[in-house]
Structures are given as C-alpha cells and as structure tokens.
C-alpha cells in the first residue's frame, strides 16, 4: 500500500504548495506512482484524515491552530515543514515587534474585536518536525528530496553550509564588493544562490545555517563598513522569531 500523503496550510500564502506542484511532467508521474495524496486543498476536493506524511505550510499566529497542529502531528508518522513560514516564522514573525491591540486596530480598523492573533511562531515551536524543506519558495529539486527521504525512512541530506559558498561555485561576485549587503554568509545553502545570481542578494529565506560563524561574519562587516544593526534589519525579514539572537552573540 502507498503512504498516505497530507498537505495542510496555516498561515502563509500558500505558494509554497502552489511551487511544489511545478514538477515535469515525469516528476508529477512517479511522485503519483509512489504516494496516495489524500488532502491537498489546492488540488482536490476530496480529504481524510487518514494520511502518513503530513506537509503543512505556513507559521502559526493564532490560538485556534495549535491544537489543529497538535492533531496532525497526533496523527502524521512524519510532519514536513514546507516553506520559510513553516521553518522559521517566515515574514509573519515581522508582527512580533507590535502588540496585539497595535496589529488588530491597524489591519481592522473598527472591526478589531472580530479578530485574534498571537505571535507569530514556526511550526517546531509547537510541535516536534521531522523535515524541513527550506526557501521562499523552495525549491522543486528539494521538495523531492525530502519526498523521497520520507519514503524510505531516511534523513535528507540538505547542504549545512552557506550561501556563500554557491555564489562561489556559481562565479558570483561578492554583494558586499558590490557595495550592498547580504545575510548569505549564515544563510543556509541550497539554492544554488539565486537571489544574488539573479543580481539581488541574499534575503535569508532559509534560514541559518547549523553554528554559524558570526565571528566571521562580523569580520566581513567591519571590512566593508558596515554595522550589525544594518544587517539585522535585513536578516529580520524572514528570522525575526528567535534566531536573530544568534547573531547578537
């Protein structure tokens, strides 16, 4: 029998399980022939509660979605977070900075008591998770690698090392040469660089990398100028939860 598979999305836009449908045509074939996709709201209409795997897109910001979280991991052998909201907060964690009362009376005028919101949080705040497939969105490669690791009960192996070190492979040249800055010196790899390819940089949609070195990123910004504070304000888009602790350390 085919494991059983769940996509599940809280709050997020979900163009995380849009990207995951952007496979060939092979690609969508075999992942058919391998898994039974028992709940996926942006495909099908017909769901269960009987799944093996569950995906679940998104970050958690109100009360009533910890217990639903908590039910799906109850019930999924293996929970995958999918998506930077998912993994790290995502940009939903840019609330945090605001009361409650602030956030409601901003976005709801007169209507704020109709609402309720709590802090923004990844979903391994609540629940324990067993994968992560990182990015904003990830990438289709990824995605079926942590599908395929999942189906053969191993651990996938997703890179631990910078971003730095794809723009390298890549013949980038450096951001801060280039005179901007970039969090791609403690950004988990495994995108093949494409913000700073692309002529952008780095916004840390992954997330950071196991132990960054912040001493040597602190190196790079005194060379070029620049100060901690400039670059928080940029790793805080996506890594405002709790991890920008680490690089005040």
Known sequence: MKPKVAFFDFTSCEGCQLDALNLDVGEVLG????????????????????????????????????????AIRKQAKVLVALGACACTGGVNCL??????????????????????????????????VDAYIRGCP?????????VKAAL????????????????????????????????????????????????RFCWGCRGLVDDP????AKDVLARYGLTLDQILERFKIYNSYSEVSQCQK
């Open 152 to 199: 053969l009960g191993k651990r996938p192996d997703i890179p631990n090392y910078p971003v730095c070190t794809e723009c390298r492979i890549a013949g980038n040249v450096c951001v801060f040469q280039r005179g901007g800055t970039c969090i791609g010196p403690v950004t988990r790899a495994g995108c093949d660089a494409l913000c700073v390819s692309s002529g």
């Open 213 to 216: 070195n912040t001493n040597s």
């Open 138 to 146: 990830p990438t289709t490669s990824e995605f079926l690698k942590v």
């Open 95 to 128: 609330k945090n900075a605001y009361t409650a009362d602030e956030l409601l009376k901003g976005v709801y005028g007169e209507c704020a008591s109709y609402y309720n919101t709590i802090p923004a949080r990844p979903v391994s705040a609540v629940v324990p």
């Open 31 to 70: 992942l058919l022939g391998a898994v039974d996709i028992v709940n996926f709201r942006e495909v099908k209409t017909d769901r269960s509660d009987d799944y093996d795997i569950a995906f679940i897109e998104g970050s958690i910001t109100k009360e009533s979605e910890i217990p639903r979280i908590e």
